[in-house]
Each structure stands twice: as C-alpha cells, then as structure tokens.
C-alpha cells in the first residue's frame, strides 16, 4: 500500500523530506499548515471581482477557541475588565505547560478556591493539553513546544471566588521562548514583546531541573539574572507591574538521594536574586510549582492553586492621600499635621 504524501501548505516547508516542521513544531501535526495543500481559485488562482451593482457580505467573526491573537484580545478587552500575567522564559522553561496545567487542573473541580466559569479559549488549551493525556498514546506526558514563528498567544479563564465575589477574567500571555531567549541577548529586540507592556503580572519561569545541575548551575543561574535585567532597566514593563519568579519542575529536584541537596540550592539561589534586586529597587516573591510531575510522581501538582490566587488577586490602589506638611506656614497645614501625627 502506497504511504499517504505529507503536505505542508507554506512553499519549501522540508516536512515531506526530512518530517520536520519548518517552525519547529513538535509533533508535525500541530502545526496549523500541516496536511494542507496551497488553495487555488476554480479559475486559476485569479481572484473573482465583485460584480457591479453586487455587494459583497460583510464577514461575521466567530470565536473559533482557539488561542487568541492580538485582534481578539482588543475585542475581549474592550468588552471585559482583564488581568493580564505575561509567561516569561527561555526555551523548555515550562511556560506551556504550566499554562495548560492550569485549565487541567480546573476541569477536574475547583483550584485554590476557585470555580472555573469559562473560557474563550478552550480548543486552544485542549492542543496544548492532549500529549500530556493518556489518549495521546505517548509514553510519557509532555506539551508541545512553541515555535518562534507562531504569534503571541493568548489565553483566557474566567474565575469565580468559591467564597462570593465578582468574575475574573485572567489573560495569560505565551510566547516562544526563543524570542526571549534572544531579546535578553540584544535588547534591542525588547521593543517587539508587546505584551510585556499590557502585563499586570510578569511571571518568570525558572527551570529548577537546570538550576540544580552541578553543570549547568552557575551559567543558566547567570543567564536567569540577565533576563530580569534585561526586561527592567529596558523599560518592558509599566511602573505597576507586579513581578515573581516561579520555579517550575520541581519533581525533578525531589529525587531522594538528592532531594536535600536541591532544596538547599533552591534556597540559596532564592535569597541571593531576592536581596539582590530588592538592592536594585526591583521586588518580587519566589514561589515553587509542579505542573506536570513526570519523574517522581509523588510530587503531584504542586503550587498550583496559589498561583491562580497571585494572578487573580486584584490590583493594589495607590495611595492618593496628601501628606501633611511638617513647619508649615498655613495654620490649616499645621492642624492637618496634628491629626496625622
């Protein structure tokens, strides 16, 4: 039986050849030109005009749920009040992964005390989600990585206090880690990263499994600075941002021959980038999570709950009070001084 040809609608896409996607999809199959061909007009590719006195009908959008792209998320935010959190790391950080073990984790009930209410995006975590499902037929749980030519993407929950309170709806931002990888080399390029200038919340994902290897330690912790810096002095950022670091794969670092080991170099590095940006006028917490546990699975989802809380939480107001004036020349100032006092 002959094989069924591999077709790849993007011209010189090597999939047919090599079955490796251009833009570094993995598996092939999530690539959304893959097994299509390049579509052709009946009259040969030429594009048939309106006729005259004929209006063509204006086109409706339908949310398709897909991951939304930077049209959608200016529609959705035009018509809902958002809270935004950009996923920030290099690449196989776990930034998709932790995104996907969120919606999850809500499909089975309630996380950290809150009720999943909907999403506008769900056939879009579904993608992200299938390969870590048995049904996927793979031998172990994995996400598919997020190829540098794919555009930002982004991800919408809806989220209700299991205590009472109003809706929130979260955006959370996904982006190749390879474009961060490389503004963090030239700075230049920090301008692109659009989101980041949207963002409530900046999460940076550190890669604990890299952090505890005695030979990969000292350049990737480096590099993990670098990429703070980076963002911050370059004016990625609004003013208000909040700002946390989460180390991720933490079922890595539990193993027990070395689990003391790796929790002291957790701590360790914790308290030297947190003293050391708190030096540099940049606070942030650091907090601990394991989305998808794969080698010592006793760890289970670990963090998870208190992160939705972190992301949800609401902005803290700014204080508009006037502050009294000490020796003041008015005697209203000066009584105003006595109260405050």
């Not at 999939?15 to 030109?33: I, M, S, W, Y």
């Not at 919340?201 to 350049?219: D, G, S």
């Not at 027990?256 to 701590?267: Q, V």
Request: proline share 6%; with cysteine; charged share 25%.
């Amino acid at each position: 039986m002959n094989a069924v040809p591999v077709h790849c609608e993007r011209t010189g896409c090597p999939v047919a050849q090599t079955g490796k996607c251009a833009l570094k999809h993995d598996p092939v199959e999530l690539c959304p030109h893959f097994g299509k061909t390049p579509q052709a007009t009946e009259n040969g590719g030429e594009v048939e005009e309106t006729r005259p006195g004929r209006t063509a009908p204006s086109a409706v959008r339908i949310a398709t749920g897909e991951a939304m792209e930077w049209t959608d998320l200016d529609a959705f935010s035009r018509a809902h009040r958002i809270r935004t959190v950009s996923v920030i790391g290099e690449p196989r950080s776990g930034k998709t992964t932790l995104i996907a073990a969120l919606y999850a984790s809500l499909c089975r009930g309630p996380v950290g005390g809150y009720d999943f209410v909907g999403s506008r995006t769900l056939l879009g975590f579904a993608r992200r989600h299938h390969m870590a499902l048995l049904n996927s037929d793979r031998k172990s749980p994995k996400t598919p990585r997020t190829s540098r030519d794919d555009p930002t993407a982004f991800f919408h929950l809806a989220l209700r206090p299991r205590s009472g309170g109003a809706v929130s709806q979260l955006i959370v931002s996904d982006r190749s880690g390879e474009a961060y990888q490389a503004a963090r080399q030239d700075t230049a390029l920090i301008g692109e990263l659009r989101e980041l200038r949207l963002a409530d919340r900046a999460c940076f994902v550190l890669n604990a499994a890299k952090l505890t290897n005695p030979e990969r330690r000292a350049a990737y912790g480096r590099q993990f600075k670098q990429m703070i810096y980076a963002l911050c002095d370059n004016g990625a950022f609004r003013d208000d941002v909040a700002i946390e670091v989460l180390a991720t794969k933490i079922d890595t670092t539990r193993r027990p021959d070395r689990a003391a080991e790796c929790a002291a170099i957790l701590d360790e590095y914790e308290a030297q980038i947190v003293g050391e940006f708190a030096a540099a006028g940049i606070e942030f917490g650091f907090h601990r999570v394991c989305a998808l546990p794969k080698t010592h699975l006793e760890t289970g989802y670990l963090g998870l709950g208190e992160t939705l809380a972190r992301w949800t939480a609401p902005a803290q107001l700014p204080d508009v009070a006037q502050p009294a004036v000490r020796d003041a020349s008015r005697q209203i100032d000066r009584l105003l001084a006595k109260v405050t006092a």
